[in-house]
């Protein structure tokens, strides 16, 4: 059964807005998402094609639609709570993880790189963690071994031969490393030889 769900009508400056924030594409990823799902149940999309689109879940594109439809655009702003940091589960840790370690682009953000602000509204959007600090994300990763400087630096090649390159070139520092084993110590490269009078 279709869900019929629909956001309350929207006059022509909401619709303006909504799409600006939406074209924009900057600040907050939350913002950005919540402002989609509601565009495009004003234009007519069901429930179950939005969750597509936005890559998320039914449930969270009816609680965005449900709280625009009560609050406006007050309801796409995220609300951060001060205090000390909530503990995370070990389900939500490995799921921070793995985002964290994957591109924007898998999950069809307009932007090629992870910030703290962008990774932390996106966990929140996704309903991972109810809330989470600039401070406590950073904590949270280094205590899971990924590296800010990591989330910063993903590239992405755009050769389609990148990964045979990499093999050949890993295999090849695999054989010069076990010569260099191997070699008798006056043969070594870059030492210089006992053995010379």
């Known amino acids: 059964m279709t869900d019929r769900l629909r956001v309350r009508e929207i006059d022509d400056d909401e619709g303006r807005r909504l799409v600006r924030i939406v ?22 999309m069901d429930v179950a ?19 625009f439809s009560a609050d406006g655009f007050d309801s796409l702003y995220p609300k951060y709570k001060g205090g000390r940091a909530p503990k995370f589960t070990l389900g939500q840790r490995r799921e ?47 205590e899971e071994g990924v590296t800010f400087q990591r989330l910063k630096t993903w590239k992405a090649s ?7 390159k990499k093999a050949r070139i890993e295999h090849l520092y695999a054989i010069a490393d076990r010569l260099r084993r191997t070699a008798p110590p006056h043969h070594r490269p870059g030492k210089r030889s006992l053995m010379r009078h």
């Open 49 to 67: 094609a939005i969750a597509e689109v936005a890559f998320t879940s039914e449930d969270r594109v009816r609680d965005v639609i449900r709280n």
């Open 158 to 164: 755009n050769d389609p031969h990148y990964q045979a």
């Open 96 to 142: 921070i993880k793995k985002i964290a370690k994957s591109r924007p682009a898998d999950h069809g953000l307009p932007f090629s790189t992870w910030s703290l602000a962008k990774l932390a509204d996106f966990l929140v959007a996704e309903g991972v963690v109810d809330d989470i600090s600039h401070e406590g994300l950073r904590a949270l990763l280094r």
């Open 23 to 44: 074209r924009r594409g900057s600040g907050s990823v939350v913002t950005w998402r919540r402002a989609q799902m509601v565009l495009l149940s004003a234009q007519g």
